[in-house]
């Protein structure tokens, strides 16, 4: 199933040692899932996880293998974790035993593997999904005051970036990179006792934290795009009109007076300017763009309304078809 396990968010539980249990006795009270014990399918879901965010062909059969396979796993440490009420809203994170620390990262680990669906067509819903889950990760972060208090409902409309927020942007980014480094360096060593074994699984959920307020923003930013073309597909809405660009004359731009001389001489027919004077028509053109908008457009002209000026020019006219025939004096091109 693809849904949320509703009792997740109340899977809080005692202190115990997970290395003395395998998934296989665990399950006899849930259901015979797996062989594996629990460390080693939380370890396969991380492993997937790697290979869906580099993964260069997600619409091809192994791709959606993945996906399927990975929401599986997910699901089944999820029911595991549950089952053993590892997390309480009571505890501090001194009390949780260092095996434990790392399947804080379950709900974050669900909502990455959906927001990462292989079905477009059900985007909307798989990235609803995802971030309730990604929702349910920050509260027990938060809880263990692994993560501070962040607004889920902020996206590009109502948070843009901007310089007063850009900085703080960039900082989290340095930050994120160099828990990734930590990470892969303290993984590495030959000699990983309790303590850094718990210093690895605190970055890896601090880091977790950091990409889940990111990708809940991504979302929310997402969202609204999505549910505009479900509209369109539905015939809600009809799909927005490109807007008339009027076409510009032909010229060719020159960098100097010295070019326009040179380019006007070969090609009378198109308009030469410099680049400051094509700057300068540029400008004077948007002023006066600005300073018209305002102002209140003439009454329009009847086309039936004969004045004194298109009176005379009718006679006019008149008396000088009077006086040339069609096509008198044009001998020029004559052959």
């Not at 997740?8 to 899932?33: A, E, P, R, W």
């Not at 030469?272 to 102002?295: C, F, S």
């Not at 009847?302 to 004045?307: A, G, L, S």
């Amino acid at each position: 199933s693809s849904g949320i396990n509703a009792e997740y968010g109340q899977h809080y539980f005692k202190q115990i040692n997970l290395s003395s249990y395998t998934h296989h006795v665990m399950c006899t009270q849930i259901g015979d899932l797996s062989e594996e014990t629990l460390p080693q399918l939380f370890s396969t879901a991380r492993k997937n996880l790697l290979n869906i965010e580099n993964h260069d062909a997600r619409t091809s059969d192994g791709y959606r293998v993945l996906i399927d396979t990975t929401i599986e796993t997910l699901e089944r440490v999820s029911l595991v974790v549950g089952s053993l009420h590892l997390f309480s809203e009571n505890e501090e994170m001194d009390e949780v035993s260092t095996e434990s620390i790392k399947f804080l990262l379950t709900s974050a680990f669900q909502g990455f593997t959906h927001q990462h669906h292989y079905d477009y067509q059900k985007r909307r819903s798989y990235l609803l999904i995802a971030r309730e889950y990604y929702k349910d990760f920050h509260h027990i972060c938060e809880v263990y005051k692994l993560a501070k208090p962040f607004e889920m409902n902020l996206d590009r409309m109502n948070n843009p970036v901007t310089q007063n927020n850009r900085a703080e942007k960039i900082q989290k980014a340095k930050q994120k990179k160099e828990l990734e480094e930590k990470i892969a360096v303290l993984e590495k060593r030959d000699d990983i006792d309790e303590e850094v074994q718990r210093d690895i699984y605190i970055s890896m959920v601090r880091l977790w934290v950091m990409r889940c307020e990111d990708e809940v923003y991504n979302i929310n930013s997402e969202l609204p795009i999505l549910e505009h073309m479900e509209k369109m597909r539905n015939g809600e809405i009809a799909p927005l009109k490109p807007p008339k660009v009027k076409a510009m004359k032909p010229f060719i731009l020159v960098k100097s007076e010295q070019q326009k001389r040179v380019f006007g001489a070969g090609y009378p027919s198109l308009p030469t300017m410099t680049l400051d004077e094509y700057y300068d028509k540029e400008l004077k053109r948007i002023v006066d763009e600005q300073n018209n908008a305002d102002k209140p457009g003439p009454e329009p002209e009847d086309p039936d309304e004969e004045t004194e000026e298109s009176l005379a020019k009718a006679r006019a006219w008149d008396e000088y078809r009077d006086t040339h025939k069609r096509g008198w004096g044009n001998r020029h091109n004559r052959s």
